[in-house]
């Protein structure tokens, strides 16, 4: 069992850049691939976007084609830690971010995570 907790999203301004952090409980961290996905204002509750995901050692990422040159994602296994850089921030970034996680390797579909965060808001605003 991995339990994850967002932290990172705020207000920020088209152009700008934040990094989220999601931070996860237990010691088999290193064991599971991670993702980020989004859920975007007046989208269902499960009706996820897929972001970014991230391979057990870090060593493969997979990537949203709109977000691909813009976001990071990157781990610490070291510190039970993903993180998702996000440089140009647009208004259609607007999202509430979730960091999922799962056994096997990365895929964006958001129904194969076992483990998810409550989410953190990231609002792209002027």
């Known amino acids: 069992q991995v339990q994850l907790v967002e932290s990172g999203g705020r207000l920020v301004q088209p152009g700008g850049s934040l990094r989220l952090s999601c931070a996860a409980s237990?010691?088999?961290?290193?064991?599971?691939?991670m993702a980020w996905f989004r859920r975007a204002p007046g989208k269902e509750e499960r009706e996820f976007e897929f972001?970014?995901?991230?391979?057990?050692?870090?060593?493969?990422?997979h990537y949203l084609g709109s977000v691909k040159d813009r976001f990071t994602i990157s781990r610490d296994n070291g510190k039970n830690t993903v993180y998702l850089q996000m440089n140009s921030l647009k208004p259609e970034d607007t999202a509430v971010y979730f960091c999922?996680?799962?056994?096997?390797?990365?895929?964006?579909?958001?129904?194969?995570?076992?483990?998810w965060g409550q989410g953190t808001q990231v609002t792209v605003s002027s």
């Open positions: 972001v970014a995901a991230i391979s057990q050692s870090g060593s493969t990422a």
């Open positions: 237990g010691r088999t961290f290193s064991s599971y691939a």
């Open positions: 999922a996680a799962r056994r096997d390797s990365p895929t964006p579909g958001p129904g194969t995570y076992e483990h």
